[in-house]
T-cell receptor, first 116, second 114 residues
Framework: DTEVTQTPKHLVMGMTNKKSLKCEQH?????MYWYKQKAKKPPELMFV???????INESVPSRFSPECPNSSLLNLHLHALQPEDSALYLC???????????????FGSGTRLTVV | GESVGLHLPTLSVQEGDNSIINCAYS??????FIWYKQESGKGPQFIID?????DKRQGQRVTVLLNKTVKHLSLQIAATQPGDSAVYFC?????????????FGKGTHLIIQP
């Protein structure tokens, strides 16, 4: 299995809703990432998990709450989002968070989130 | 066809021609660089990578060039095909390994004309 799987592919939620995005990989990668991508813009890093521990939070608002239950799963819990949070949310993984390794990062297809 | 300047968002080339996509990166200490292709509605797809101790790397129909002096990357695609139509991003990894994530460049939309 050489994929990163994200669910759902599309999500529409109201500003008072609570929802979760899920990401799964079975490549044995020990670093997992959440990126946010607005239309016609590059992906922007939100969170980094290394060995299931949160190592980077790029000043993301608390209405986004990441969780890494185990080495294969990554969740992003959403609560009280704003319309400007509508975007493509991408999950990625890489093999070695700390070593001098040179492996490409594998991205999922993303969840297209619309906040209404 | 060749992109003019480093921040041209769209590059249009004839099918069969060679394409050159340019990218400026920000951190002179970045040690690893990756080119990604992103098609509409999909996540970024790995194309080719290069380490900072290299100047050039070749893959199938693609070549990446790295100029550390001016912090510049380029992606050359030979004999461009309709399936090459996509947005292309360069990405850099700062020192510290994968724990820091990737920083992406602005992207170039490659359009293939028949």
């Amino acid at each position: 299995d050489t994929e990163v799987t994200q669910t759902p592919k599309h999500l529409v939620m109201g500003m008072t809703n609570k929802k979760s995005l899920k990401c799964e990989q079975h490549m044995g990668h020990r670093a997992m990432y959440w990126y946010k991508q607005k239309a016609k813009k590059p992906p922007e890093l939100m969170f980094v998990y290394s060995y299931e521990k949160l190592s980077i939070n790029e000043s993301v608002p608390s209405r986004f709450s990441p969780e890494c239950p185990n080495s294969s799963l990554l969740n992003l819990h959403l609560h009280a989002l704003q319309p400007e949070d509508s975007a493509l949310y991408l999950c990625a993984s890489s093999q070695d968070p700390w070593g001098a390794q040179y492996y490409g990062y594998t991205f999922g297809s993303g969840t297209r989130l619309t906040v209404v | 066809g060749e992109s003019v300047g480093l921040h041209l968002p769209t590059l249009s080339v004839q099918e069969g021609d060679n394409s050159i996509i340019n990218c400026a990166y920000s951190n002179s200490a970045s040690d690893y660089f990756i080119w990604y292709k992103q098609e509409s509605g999909k996540g970024p797809q790995f194309i080719i990578d290069i380490r900072s101790n290299m100047d050039k790397r070749q893959g199938q129909r693609v070549t990446v060039l790295l100029n550390k002096t001016v912090k510049h990357l380029s992606l050359q695609i030979a004999a461009t095909q309709p399936g090459d139509s996509a947005v292309y991003f360069c990405a850099e990894r700062p020192p510290g390994g994968g724990a820091d994530g990737l920083t992406f460049g602005k992207g170039t939309h490659l359009i293939i004309q028949p």
